[in-house]
Nanobody, 115 residues
């Protein structure tokens, strides 16, 4: 069954912004490390941004200064704010939750950036 649900993807012009959301009705996102990954056509899935339980955030070099990962605890939602988007940011973006009990993935949301 689906436990993580992403939304917010779409088509945007280069230089534009999108905010992705990931939520769950079955698991608590604040009690685990979370991350956003992306997979471009013909490429391997790569880590975009992560946030540990203790609040340590890390970003791929390619998105530093443009993307921001954050959580809203009351709504149990994980966000990825993406600004100044580039065509190379195109791909399917996945939400990930990792804890001692295992790893969960969402079904992905498509982001397409046109030049």
């Amino acid at each position: 069954q689906v436990q993580l649900v992403e939304s917010g993807g779409g088509l945007v012009q280069a230089g534009g912004s999108l905010r992705l959301s990931c939520t769950s009705t079955r698991v608590i996102l604040s009690s685990a490390s979370v991350a956003w990954y992306r997979q471009a056509p013909g490429k391997q899935r790569e880590l975009v941004a992560s946030d540990t339980v203790s609040g340590v955030k890390n970003y791929a070099d390619s998105v530093k200064g443009r993307f921001t990962i954050s959580r809203d605890y009351p709504s149990n939602t994980l966000y990825l704010q993406m600004n100044n988007l580039k065509p190379e940011d195109t791909g399917v973006y996945y939400c990930n939750r990792r804890s001692g009990s295992g790893e969960l993935w969402g079904q992905g949301t498509q982001v397409t950036v046109s030049s």
